[in-house]
């Protein structure tokens, strides 16, 4: 993989919690203590999950751990030895596949916002449970926030390092770390490989718009996770960030919500082992599984729990179609 050596992690100001006064429902940085179903993986989902974790039973079932934060996590009293976090869609999913493959039983979900990439199995299951899209972000004090409006073919060619300036700025490209779903999608969307992911890009902690430090700095953002930021539902990391367009597409609508029908909009999901699904789990089914699940139902003092974090919502929720290995 061509990826520059100027890595940015490790920015993030403060913990991936919410300030002080935040409504019931909101997120929390992670599972306070092991619940019956724990679950890892996507950044983009995290605040969300977390949210939701709180309204399902009082807390009392899901425990969602960050993507980010103490290098292991304990899903379990007994029976299980600290799990390595998985930082993104990826890394949770392939630490479930292995949870499974050992037999261990100490990981129940994983989220994700990428559907499979292998389909070689149907080891595992993809619920989508919401609608998010992918722009792309910039610094509002630059000269690339100047009526921002991309094509598919320039952001192709400026991640292959073959266009490096925009509006008299010299671009210093940023992608999401290795294993994030959102670096998967938005590679797949602008036609990029990893192979030919040009040297010029650095790597930075997904959806962090405080990384984004120079002029020259651009990278793909969930609008969701943008949303939940600025109205601080979720930790207000967009720094000095702002959204562009991308073919022409607006990401919010008129009111500020997600435009779902933004072009580079993706359904996210909770991963879940099929064996589970089609032996009938009750937890699993009654948490994850149709439009009447806890997750597709989850309310916060009345409203969803999936609009509040920025995101859509979808007539699939809870669907149990889409299958994989990875």
């Known amino acids: 993989m061509n990826v520059k050596s100027r890595v940015r992690l490790g920015a993030v100001v403060g913990a991936a919690v919410l300030s002080v006064g935040a409504t019931a ?4 940085a992670d599972a306070p203590s092991p619940r019956v179903l724990a679950g890892v993986g996507s950044d983009t989902t995290q605040d969300v999950m977390n949210a939701i974790a709180e ?6 079932t899901i425990a969602s751990y960050n993507a980010t934060g103490s290098a292991t996590i304990k899903t379990r009293v007994t029976g299980c030895d600290d799990v390595i976090r998985p930082d993104g869609s990826s890394a949770g999913i392939n630490a479930l596949n292995s949870d499974v493959d050992a037999l261990h039983g100490c990981l129940d979900f994983a989220r994700s916002s990428r559907g499979p990439v292998d389909t070689t199995t149907q080891d595992l299951t993809w619920i989508p449970f919401a609608k998010d899209a992918v722009s792309i972000a910039v610094r509002e004090d630059s000269a690339l926030n100047n009526n921002l409006d ?4 320039q952001l192709h060619d400026i991640y292959t390092c073959d266009l490096t300036t925009l509006n008299g700025v010299s671009l210093t490209p940023l992608i999401p770390q290795a294993n994030s779903g959102t670096r998967t999608f938005f590679l797949g969307k602008i036609g990029v490989t990893e192979a030919q992911l040009g040297t010029c890009v650095g790597t930075m902690q997904e959806h962090n718009g405080v990384e984004l430090d120079s002029a020259g700095d651009i990278a793909p953002y969930s609008i969701a996770q943008y949303i939940a930021q600025v109205t601080q539902v979720a930790n207000d990391r967009h720094g000095a960030t702002v959204l562009g367009k991308v073919d022409g597409s607006e990401p919010f609508t008129t009111e500020g919500k997600l435009n779902t029908s ?5 359904d996210v999901y909770n991963v879940v082992p099929t064996k589970k699904v089609s032996d009938g789990d009750a937890t699993i089914t009654a948490t994850f599984v149709g439009v009447s699940s806890k997750v597709c139902t989850a309310t916060d003092a009345g409203q969803s729990v999936i609009e509040k974090f920025g995101f859509g919502q979808i007539s699939t929720c809870g669907a149990t179609t889409l299958k994989g290995e990875r």
């Open 150 to 153: 991309l094509t598919t073919a």
């Open 25 to 28: 429902g909101s997120a929390v």
């Open 55 to 60: 309204v399902v039973d009082g807390g009392a």
């Open 262 to 266: 933004f072009v580079y909009s993706r």
